[in-house]
Each structure stands twice: as C-alpha cells, then as structure tokens.
C-alpha cells in the first residue's frame, strides 16, 4: 500500500478546519440569553435583567429609569420649530441581550419593537496599588421619533442615536455590586441636531462581572450620595443622644451636689455682733 501524504498547502488548510472548528464550538458553548427578572420586584417603576452565560447569571441590573428627550414640532403658523421634551420610563416588559467577558461587559435593553434601545457598557482597569474596579464607560440611547405613544407631532420623524462621551460613572471595586438609591443623571448628545438626552437612574443595583451565585448580587459597594444622605439621616440622632447624655451627667452631678451639702453639719451662728447692739 502506498503512504498517504498531505502537501504543506493540504495541511495548513486543515489546521485551519481544525481552529475555526474549536472556535466555533467555543462560541456554540459560550452561548449568552438575556432573562427578564422584573416580576420579582414589588416596585412597578423597578425592572431587574439578567445575562447567563453556559446557565450561570454573568451580569444583572436592577434600576428604575427615566428618559426625556427633546424633539422639534411645527409651530401653529407652519414655518418655525419648537421643541417639545418626551418623558418616559423603561417598561418592566423590555427585551434583553448582552455579552459577559473578562474585562468589557454589556447589555441590551429594547422595547415597543426596537423604538428604543438603550445598550449600556460596562470595562474594568487597575488604580492605584493594583485594586481593580469596573465601571460604566458608555451609554447609548437609541429612539424613534416616529414613535407616536411618547412623541406626538413630532417634525421630520425617524431613528436618532445619542451617546455619553468620555464617561466614567459608577466606580465600584471589582466583585462587588454597586448600589445606589439616589438619582444619578447623565447627559447624552443625540445625532438629532446635538440635543442633550437626559437619563436618570434610581433604586440601582448593578453588577457586569465576577457574580459568584446565580442571580445573586454579590455585596454592595453604596455609593457616596447614599453614604452622606445616611449620615445627614443620623447626625441629628446622635447630636440628641450625646446632648441628652450630657443633660443627665449634669442633673446626676447636681443630686450628688446636694445631698453632699445636705448631710454636712450646720455650723452655729457668731450672735455676739447682736448683743453688742
């Protein structure tokens, strides 16, 4: 029988098979699905989305937000623009996509038949003396104007995208959840003749990494705004208690004051300045 052989050209082609073969099982294994988790919450305004990655929960976000988005109408006389401003929230009913890795994260939020889609970026990166934080460094809104339920009479109507630029928000230590009661707000220039997007978020509880149980948060990093509003919460507290506890020393040193001067002896009175009179 005569040896099978392979030319250089043959074998490279192979080895090529052989990696897009592993490649694409990874991605086959990798397999990430978006969960919509808002059913567990007992705030209507709230909505909780998770991403999984192999069946295991690899980001969860838990917020309420709120948009408003300025757009033009046509004024009553025809010719001039005004601009109105749509204020909406995001539906608990939302759809949701999202890719985990080992350092960029993120997550896809659509709704009312991708109208509006709001993708939130997440990365991480060493600070000083090697503690590793992630963060949020973009977020984009994209939303159509010819969407009547939110925009109404809306002039020259159409999809519009609008971005943060150079952001870098939620700072929060890696592994652990970051959460924050407080509103926070961020400004997005939107392709719609540079106007300012606001989005705000309240009741947050996000993490995009390291999440060591299934659709568990890991522990909670509170941000700085809820850190001082707690404090202002109970500086008056404890102003009272060390003034009440300052109040009873007193009264308590005054008792023994009195009851020391009470059971000294009475001393009897010099009346010879009286007879001399």
């Not at 020259?156 to 952001?167: E, F, S, V, W």
């Not at 928000?169 to 997007?197: E, M, N, W």
Request: proline fraction near 4%.
């Amino acid at each position: 029988m005569g040896r099978l052989g392979f030319s250089t050209t043959e074998s490279a082609r192979l080895l090529l098979l052989v990696v897009f073969g592993v490649l694409a099982l990874s991605v086959v294994l990798a397999e990430q699905e978006g969960e919509n988790l808002s059913g567990l919450s007992d705030n209507p305004d709230k909505a909780i989305f998770a991403v999984r990655e192999n069946g295991t929960t690899c980001l969860m976000v838990e917020f309420a937000v709120r948009f408003l988005v300025p757009y033009d109408v046509l004024a009553l006389n025809g010719i001039d623009l005004i601009t109105e401003q749509a204020a909406f929230t995001l539906p608990r009913g939302a759809e949701i996509e999202g890719k985990c890795g080992s350092t960029e994260s993120e997550i896809q939020i659509t709704w009312k038949n991708k109208a509006y889609t709001l993708r939130i970026y997440f990365d991480t990166e060493f600070r000083d003396k090697g503690i590793e934080v992630w963060k949020i460094s973009k977020i984009q809104f994209v939303y159509d104007t010819s969407e009547t339920s939110h925009f109404t009479n809306a002039y020259n109507p159409g999809k519009h995208t609008a971005n943060t630029h150079h952001l870098l928000a939620l700072v929060t230590p890696f592994g652990r959840s970051y959460v924050c009661s407080a509103q926070q707000t961020f400004t997005l220039i939107s392709s719609d003749h540079q106007k300012g997007v606001t989005i705000s978020m309240y009741d947050t509880q996000i993490q995009p990494f390291d999440i060591t149980s299934d659709f568990i948060f890991s522990e909670p990093y509170k941000c700085i705004t809820d850190q001082r509003e707690r404090l202002e919460e109970t500086l008056p507290l404890i102003l009272g208690f060390i003034l009440a506890l300052i109040i009873v020393i007193t009264l308590t040193v005054y008792h023994f004051h009195l009851k020391l001067t009470a059971n000294q002896p009475q001393l009897p009175r010099d009346r010879s300045m009286y007879k001399n009179m």
